[in-house]
Structure formats: structure tokens, C-alpha cells
């Protein structure tokens, strides 16, 4: 059997501008970055504004599981298979970290016959957005602690500063670190921090951003800490927006890629669902929609994580109305739910199956209580029985939903035409009532509490003290007002990472809070949180190299 990078490397690629012709987009409104990737002008929206909108199709999933659950395939073939039935479809991406690229999980680009190209350009350095980013953020670091050494006009308190450095790797050495160590030039030592750059407030911010000024703006009301009186400090106050701006310059246009079968893909903007919104840039969705049909956007884990967050936050904030949802799930995982240990999924069991199934259900159950009509999305894996297959789609029937097996992985577009089909029907007639789940004026305890118990199932809330004194602070600062974006664990519904299945009634308990000014949103952390992911024993980087003609072998 192939490798991802194997089947990728076997595809002739289409220049550039042909595919960009496929879309309507003329040679002159592009920015190469070599024959097979270009970005596209951000400004092209103004352009195309008196243009209709395609339909918006949102994929999501069930709870991750070791099993995986193939959301990147699923979504790339679902635009393959589309186009094959005569729908023109774009498929919008976010890029790869390349902590997750060297770390555990290996490449994002999707899988199979199912991947956006060139694979190897995508999950590397490819355009250099991340970098812009990390550059970006470092630059603001670099600000405030050279603000502190030449004099403090601010009177930023050095205890108080939250704004960390980043870079993107995994790499948990850098978790806590100090720094300004060896003497009065180096400035002043304090404690300090690297987060991962898919975790930084810049790259939500990018992706959250509607053109340049908005850009500018957000960035400028990033909080960087507090003065010694307790008062917010902001990155305007340190009149760094400007230059911040500089640096993503290029990194706010989208980037401009295409599938196996020549679909064309934006990739662009890279959140983490699990501790930000887990959405590619508003512009790239925004572009799609003006230039295709149909627009396939992929969220970040579950649909407790990146689909509701996209729901509750982006759609507001873009205003944008998804017309129908994709919620993928395969046996494999539903039976992980069920309580079967990886190693024995290959064996047909129905209890664990049926077990599993409640997952399932909730998340379904969630998709409804936007007012969205979804279609379930059954990845078929060559272990799956019959037996298995059936009693999945009885039961999402029994639910009143469309189901459709995908193969896309292994047939490519052509495995994903029945799935196309039911997408397109659902986002053409299915009845779409689309709201979001609470007020953004309610109290901010109110917001929390209504995710907690409607999305997640818990049945009372508990704070810690920290977490009342940070809410206290954000309502008395005037911003209690912004949307949530909750931070928990990808691997439960719950608060605990052990907990599969379908958890209710639980105590979910909220640690701190802290304000994320310049994206727009609040962020309740419940559960350990990691911003800085570690390298495992046996990284994916260990599999990887490149020989003397720079043929990448080992990228997944």
C-alpha cells in the first residue's frame, strides 16, 4: 500500500493558473509562489462583492479517538466528489503546524487519494505564513521588554505581563523559561513563556480579521498585561500595530493550492480548535464563497469544539450562514467510544458499536440545536462489517438524518460522489433555522454555563477562585460583552481527557479566564491546556528525510 507522500508524488500537478482560471480568477490577481501554489490578493473580495454567495457546507466530527476519524480527507474528497457529479466546489483548509508535522500526528494535507498538493510544500514552510506570525508576535514580545529597560512610560509590572513569545514547534523546554539573564544591558529578568504559534492571539487574530484595517485594529487592542495599578496595557499603547501589520502583509491573502484531481483548495491560517476558534481566515472562506458553488470549510476536532465555535463566534463575526453540516464518525472510533481498545477494533463488535453510538448522538443532537440541518459522513475502513455499517446508518436514520458512506481515501472523488450528493440536497432543500446559542450581551458566567450544560452535558458548573477574580475583572473592564471560546480538552466531551463516550450530569470546572481582546473573545480554560506541545519519544521527524535530488520521503 502507498504512502500519503507516495500517492502524492505520483500526481502532475496543474500549473497554478489553470486552476485559478477554473475559479474565475485572472493571472494578473495572483501571486505566484512557484509553478503550483500562489496567494490571492485579500482585495479581490472588494472586486467581487456584487457577486452571490455559493452554499456554505461546515464539516465537523464526532470526539477524537487513537482510531482517527479522517475530518481533512473527508473534507478534501468531499469537494473532489462534487465537482465529479457536476457541482462546482472549493474546498477552504488550514494550514499544518509544523509541531504536529514533527511531533505525533505527521502531515495534515489530508489522506490517500483525498490530499491537498504539493503535500510536502503544504506541511512545511510553505508560504511562510506561520513565520509571519511568529515573527509578528516575537516582535511585540521584544517591544514591551524593551519599553521596560528604556524607562517603563507605562508602568508596565513586569509580574503581570501575559503576553508570551512563540515559535512553531513542539518543543516543552520552552514551556516556563526566564529570561534577561547576565546583567543590567540585557533588561530586566522576569518569568516567561513560548506558546506554540497555532496557539497564538496573532494567528486567531489573522484569521478573524476582514482586511487590513480590521487587521490593524485587532492587533492593536491586543493585551499584553497589566500596569502596577492594575490597568490593561494594550500593544496599541506600545504603538506596535503598524509594524505588525508589515509583517503579514502577505500572510493575511489566502494561499491557493489544489487537490489530487485538480479541485481547487484554499489553505490558509492555522487556529488550534481546542484553545482558539479552529477555523481557516474569514477572507479565505469569504473569497471561496464569491469564486464556487459550493464551499466546504473544515473546523478543528469535534463539533463541541470547532463547530460551535464557528456557529457561535466566526459566523457572527464574518456573518456568515452555513447551509447544511458534514459530521464525520467511522466504526473504528464509535466502537473506541463504546470502550474497545485500539488494538482490537479489527474485530466486528456490535455492543461496543451501539455503545459508542451515544457519542454520536450528542453531537448530532448539538448540530440540530443551531437550527442546521447536517449530513453524517461514514468513512469506510476495510475492517468494517456489514453488520457494523448498518446498524450506524439505521441509527442516524432513526435520528431523521442523511448518512452516506465515504471512500474517499481510497477512491478518491469517485468514493465521495454519494456523499456529494446527499451534501448537495441537504444544502439545497433541507430547512435551515441557523442562530447561535446565547446572547453575546449575557453575562459571562451565563455564556459559560450554557455551553457547559447544552454542549457538553455537564450537569452544574464550578469555579475556582482565580476564574471568578479574572471574570470579575473582564465584566468590570466593560468587555464582558465577547463571544466565548472555550478551552478543553479535544478528547472528551467533558473536561477530562479520560472520559469517552457520551459523559452527562458531571461537575465542569472552570480554572481561569483570560481575555483575548484584540481576537474578540473570552477564553474559559477548563482541564490542563497545553500552548506548548512536547515532542514524544518516537517523533514523526524521525521518519522523515530528503535525499540528494530533495525527494521528501516519510511526511506521513
Not at 241 to 256: H, K, T
Not at 353 to 365: D, R
Request: overall charge neutral; some cysteine.
Amino acid at each position: 500500500m502507498k504512502s500519503d507522500i507516495e500517492i502524492a508524488q505520483s500526481v502532475e500537478l496543474k500549473p497554478i493558473n489553470d486552476i485559478a482560471k477554473m475559479i474565475g480568477i485572472n493571472e494578473e490577481d495572483l501571486l505566484p509562489y512557484g509553478k503550483y501554489v500562489a496567494k490571492v490578493p485579500h482585495q479581490l473580495l472588494k472586486k467581487l462583492e456584487d457577486k452571490p454567495n455559493g452554499k456554505l457546507i461546515i464539516v465537523t466530527a464526532i470526539t477524537p479517538t487513537p482510531a482517527g476519524e479522517g475530518k481533512t480527507t473527508t473534507s478534501v474528497g468531499l469537494a473532489q466528489g462534487m465537482n465529479r457529479i457536476g457541482k462546482k466546489a472549493l474546498v477552504t483548509l488550514r494550514e499544518p503546524s509544523l509541531g504536529p508535522v514533527f511531533g505525533i500526528k505527521g502531515g495534515a494535507a489530508g489522506g490517500g487519494y483525498a490530499q491537498v498538493l504539493p503535500m510536502e510544500d503544504i506541511n512545511l514552510h510553505f508560504t511562510g505564513d506561520m513565520h509571519a506570525i511568529s515573527a509578528a508576535h516575537n516582535l511585540l514580545s521584544a517591544m514591551i521588554d524593551a519599553h521596560i529597560h528604556h524607562g517603563n512610560e507605562l508602568d508596565i509590572d513586569a509580574r503581570r505581563i501575559t503576553w508570551p513569545r512563540a515559535i512553531d514547534m513542539n518543543d516543552r523546554a520552552l514551556r516556563q523559561i526566564v529570561i534577561s539573564l547576565g546583567g543590567k544591558g540585557n533588561g530586566y529578568p522576569r518569568e516567561d513563556r513560548f506558546v506554540i504559534t497555532a496557539a497564538s492571539e496573532i494567528m486567531a487574530i489573522l484569521c478573524l480579521a476582514n482586511d487590513l484595517s480590521d487587521l490593524k485594529r485587532r492587533l492593536s487592542n491586543i493585551i499584553i498585561g497589566q500596569t502596577r495599578k492594575g490597568k490593561y496595557v494594550t500593544a496599541g499603547q506600545l504603538k506596535a500595530e503598524g509594524a505588525m501589520a508589515a509583517l503579514l502583509r502577505d500572510a493575511i491573502n489566502p494561499n491557493l493550492v489544489q487537490t489530487i484531481e485538480h479541485t481547487p483548495a484554499f489553505v490558509h491560517g492555522g487556529p488550534f480548535a481546542n484553545i482558539a476558534h479552529g477555523t481557516n481566515t474569514i477572507v479565505a472562506t469569504k473569497l471561496a464563497l464569491k469564486l464556487a458553488d459550493y464551499v466546504i470549510t473544515e473546523t478543528g476536532f469535534a463539533a463541541d469544539l470547532g463547530g460551535e465555535k464557528f456557529f457561535d463566534v466566526v459566523s457572527k463575526y464574518a456573518d456568515l450562514k452555513p447551509d447544511t453540516v458534514v459530521l464525520v464518525a467511522t466504526v473504528r472510533a464509535l466502537k473506541m467510544h463504546g470502550g474497545m481498545d485500539k488494538k482490537e477494533l479489527k474485530q466486528e463488535n456490535l455492543e461496543a458499536l451501539k455503545k459508542g453510538l451515544e457519542n454520536l448522538k450528542v453531537h448530532i443532537e448539538n448540530v440540530k440545536k443551531f437550527g442546521l440541518p447536517l449530513v453524517v459522513a461514514l468513512n469506510k475502513f476495510e475492517t468494517d462489517t456489514d453488520a457494523e455499517l448498518k446498524i450506524v446508518e439505521d441509527f442516524v436514520k432513526g435520528m431523521g438524518v442523511r448518512i452516506a458512506l465515504n471512500e474517499a481515501w481510497a477512491k478518491g472523488g469517485a468514493g465521495a460522489e454519494e456523499l456529494a450528493r446527499e451534501v448537495a440536497k441537504s444544502a439545497d432543500e433541507d430547512g435551515n433555522n441557523f442562530h447561535q446559542l446565547y446572547d453575546w450581551e449575557a453575562p459571562v458566567k451565563e455564556k459559560i454555563e450554557i455551553l457547559a450544560k447544552e454542549i457538553y452535558r455537564a450537569g452544574n458548573v464550578v469555579y475556582t477562585s482565580k476564574a471568578l477574580s479574572d471574570i470579575r475583572k473582564i465584566e468590570k473592564e466593560g468587555k464582558g460583552n465577547l463571544p466565548i471560546i472555550m478551552a478543553k480538552t479535544q478528547a472528551s466531551l467533558s473536561d477530562d481527557p479520560k472520559v469517552v463516550g457520551a459523559p452527562s450530569g458531571y461537575t465542569f470546572t472552570v480554572r481561569e479566564v483570560f481575555l483575548s481582546n484584540g481576537a474578540g473573545f473570552i477564553v474559559p480554560i477548563a482541564g490542563e491546556i497545553m500552548t506548548m506541545p512536547g515532542l514524544p519519544k518516537v517523533p514523526a521527524a524521525q521518519m522523515i528525510d530528503i535525499d540528494e535530488d530533495g525527494k521528501i520521503t516519510g511526511l506521513f
